[in-house]
């Protein structure tokens, strides 16, 4: 019998890079529908089809999914995020979880900045005004980053790009990690209140954990400077929404540039009312080279570890 591989969704067309690495190492993949389906259905289609490997874009591998598939050897995140998946249970099971950490380091850190650069350049505003017809140049309300001060929460990989290429527009940089001692020439630790009383742009780059949950506050927008902007192209949860759409609503916030949503894939209404709102559908991941290369190695971790290899990127760990 062969081994069987499930992959439980996909945020691209279609199957074809995975199925042709599983099938070309011998294996057989069952393919579920693009869009995820629910904790629940993912848990009978594992029970169904008894997998060796899972291979999951966004939907929930939940401990209940995992304890349903006793043959289970490896769940392979495609991505990087690692809080749709049991970690714990499927660790207590030595079932191996791996993630592909580096995939997309510059697209996101590309979002990140293209977001800062549209709001202080107006490209998002002044887009839908001139398609409104109004042409309005004396209305610009615009900034120049190297005057400005970005604050960086969580400084990991994708953060530590972003803050390279931010400090070629010769902006302030100051970054909050509690896990981090050397941010690295030209960059300056703070604490958490410290990093929003001093920032215009608050960036985020953790990821979603229990301490991280609706980190961005009430309180904590309230320490920014009026006008401000907000970047999450990190996990929605981690930003409490209707504080943005309250400061959006209040002019505290002047801009909340999110490519993640904890409400995702629906948009609150009140969200999308806010002309201040630059809205992404959770795609700072993704560009033609990024998928090419996600999928290939998403993949080829699972053929290392049915093949009783050590995987590359094993995330059997406690999250922080
Ligand atoms: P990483 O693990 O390299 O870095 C995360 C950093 O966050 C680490 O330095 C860690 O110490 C820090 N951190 C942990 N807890 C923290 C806390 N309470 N406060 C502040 N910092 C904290 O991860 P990465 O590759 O840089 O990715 C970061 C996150 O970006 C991922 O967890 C993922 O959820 C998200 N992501 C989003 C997309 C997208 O398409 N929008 C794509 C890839 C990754």
Redesign the pocket.
């Known amino acids: 019998m062969k081994n069987t591989v499930f992959l439980t969704d996909y945020a691209w067309p279609n199957d074809s890079v995975e199925r042709q690495v599983i099938e070309n190492a011998g294996f057989r993949l069952v393919t579920g529908p693009a869009d995820p389906l629910s904790a629940g259905e993912i848990e009978g289609l594992v029970r169904e089809h008894q997998p060796d490997a899972i291979m999951t874009c966004w939907a929930r591998v939940s401990s209940e999914a995992i304890a349903a598939g006793p043959n289970l050897r490896i769940v392979a995140r495609l991505?990087?995020?690692?809080?749709n998946i049991a970690v714990e249970t499927a660790t207590s099971r030595n079932v191996v979880v791996t993630n592909v950490?580096?995939y997309?380091?510059e697209?996101?850190s590309d979002?990140a900045v293209g977001f800062a650069l549209a709001w202080t350049r107006g490209l998002v505003h002044f887009d839908r005004e001139v398609k409104a017809g109004r042409w309005g140049p004396s209305s610009a309300k615009l900034r120049r980053l190297s005057t400005l001060t970005c604050g960086i929460?969580?400084?990991?990989?994708?953060?530590?790009m972003t803050a390279r290429k931010l400090a070629a527009f010769k902006c302030g940089i100051v970054v909050?990690?509690?896990?981090?001692k050397e941010p690295g020439e030209g960059i300056e630790l703070t604490s958490?209140d410290e990093l929003f009383s001093r920032s215009d742009i608050v960036i985020v780059?953790?990821?979603?954990?229990d301490?991280?949950h609706h980190?961005v506050s009430r309180e904590k927008l309230s320490l920014m400077k009026p006008g401000g902007l907000l970047i999450n192209?990190?996990?929605g949860g981690i930003v409490d929404t209707d504080a943005v759409v309250q400061a959006l609503r209040s002019g505290h916030l002047s801009g909340a540039a999110l490519?993640?949503l904890e409400s995702e894939p629906s948009v609150p209404p009140e969200l999308l009312e806010q002309s201040g709102a630059m809205l992404t559908p959770?795609?700072?991941?993704?560009s033609d080279a990024s998928l090419i290369e996600l999928r290939r190695r998403g993949a080829e971790e699972v053929v290392r570890v049915l093949r009783g290899e050590a995987p590359q990127n094993p995330c059997n760990r406690t999250t922080?």
Do not use: M, N, Q, W
Request: with cysteine; hydrophobic share 40%; proline share 7%.
């Open positions: 991505g990087v995020g690692l809080d950490p580096d997309c380091v697209e996101v979002h929460i969580g400084f990991g990989r994708i953060a530590r909050h990690d509690p896990y981090v958490l780059h953790s990821p979603l954990t301490s991280t980190l192209v990190s996990r490519d993640v959770h795609v700072a991941f993704s922080k």
